[in-house]
C-alpha cells in the first residue's frame, strides 16, 4: 500500500518561512509528477506547485518567486519551501503523486494534508 506523509506546516507571521515535506513509502516503483495543492477555507483546491521527474518544475502564479518546489528521488520525497508568506497563503496543503506501485499499477495518491496558518 502507498502512503504519502505530509509534515511541516503549523502557525507563521506574515513575512516568515515554512518548509513542507512529503514523503512516499511502500511498495514503489517509480513516481512521476509530484504537486502541491492547497485548499484555502471556501474556496477550491489550487494546484500551488509541481516538479516532474526530471526535475522540470511549474508554480501557481500567486506563489511564483516565493514558493520553490524540490524532490529527492532517492528519498521519494518532495518539498516545498515557502518564504514570504502572507495571510492569504493560509491554507491545508496536500501533497499529490501519481505512482507506479505493484504490478505496474498507477495509482493517484494523495496526503491527509498540512495546516499552513499565516497570521498578519
Known amino acids: 500500500q502507498v502512503q504519502l506523509v505530509e509534515s511541516g506546516g503549523g502557525l507563521v507571521q506574515a513575512g516568515g518561512s515554512l518548509r513542507l515535506s512529503c514523503a512516499a513509502s511502500g511498495v514503489i516503483l517509480s513516481i512521476n509528477t509530484m504537486n502541491w495543492y492547497r485548499q484555502a477555507p471556501g474556496k477550491q483546491r489550487e494546484l500551488v506547485a509541481n516538479?516532474?521527474?526530471?526535475?522540470?518544475?511549474n508554480y501557481g502564479e500567486s506563489v511564483k518567486g516565493r514558493f520553490t518546489i524540490s524532490r529527492d528521488k532517492s528519498k521519494n520525497t518532495v518539498y516545498l519551501q515557502m518564504n514570504s508568506l502572507k495571510p492569504e497563503d493560509t491554507a491545508v496543503y496536500y501533497c499529490?503523486?501519481?505512482?507506479?506501485?505493484?504490478?505496474?499499477?498507477?495509482?493517484?495518491?494523495w496526503g491527509q494534508g498540512t495546516l499552513v496558518t499565516v497570521s498578519s
Open positions: 499529490n503523486a501519481r505512482i507506479v506501485g505493484v504490478h505496474f499499477k498507477v495509482l493517484d495518491a
Open positions: 516538479i516532474t521527474s526530471g526535475g522540470s518544475t
